[in-house]
């Protein structure tokens, strides 16, 4: 369940927090994560994953979306996100 | 495509209703939030037209494109039907020139 502060409103995520969970999910991808406006609200990530090749971008999206348990939209307000292949 | 979802089959229809289709937040004059709007000047920049429909009044519609989808934003672009992404999706499609021939594959003109 998401962790809400006393007034209720959703704890913003911090970029270990993100990183972890997508760690989690993706086992061995390469996690980079830029916090744009320090709100831990707002991140750029860039997630390199041996697991993406050969998938529509949407779908290597929705293997992150899918790691990060349903906080993406909710709790993590705006994720820029980014994926790609390791290079061979 | 999940089919159980709230408000699938008035969904459906949209998404099939017109070639290109945006669920937005607010609308392409006045959009309501960032991301929304730079899907807003991609399409526009093309001049590809497409119909939008605003999530912002309309709760059933708003959760339930994102089951729709299996996606958990805003917004969200379709193509003849296929979802194609949110907003990070269209920036680097556009940017990396597979937007225009996504467009070009699927018969739908733009500049």
């Not at chain 1, 911090?14 to 994560?33: C, H, M, S």
């Not at chain 1, 830029?34 to 949407?58: E, N």
């Amino acid at each position: 369940m998401a962790d809400k502060n006393s007034r209720g409103c959703l704890m913003p995520m911090n970029a270990t927090d993100i990183e972890d969970l997508i760690r989690e999910g993706l086992p061995g991808a390469e996690v980079d994560i830029r916090d744009l406006r320090g709100d831990g609200d707002h991140y750029a990530a860039h997630v390199i994953y041996s697991g993406f090749k050969g998938l529509p971008r949407v779908k290597q999206h929705q293997m992150v979306y899918e790691a990060l348990k349903g906080r993406m939209g909710g709790e993590l307000h705006a994720l820029a996100l980014q994926t790609s292949v390791p290079q061979e | 495509m999940m089919t159980n979802t709230p408000a699938h089959d008035r969904i459906d229809g949209y998404v099939n209703g017109d070639d290109v289709v945006l669920f937005m937040k607010g609308n392409p004059t006045f959009p309501q939030c960032g991301f929304s709007a730079a899907v807003v000047e991609v399409l526009s920049h093309m001049q590809v037209p497409f119909q939008s429909y605003d999530v912002l009044p309309d709760a059933e519609l708003r959760e339930g494109i994102k089951a729709y989808s299996q996606w958990p934003t805003i917004p969200q672009l379709y193509v003849k039907g296929e979802f194609i992404g949110g907003c990070d999706i269209v920036r680097e499609m556009f940017a990396a020139g597979e937007l225009r021939s996504l467009l070009e594959e699927k018969g739908v003109k733009a500049a």
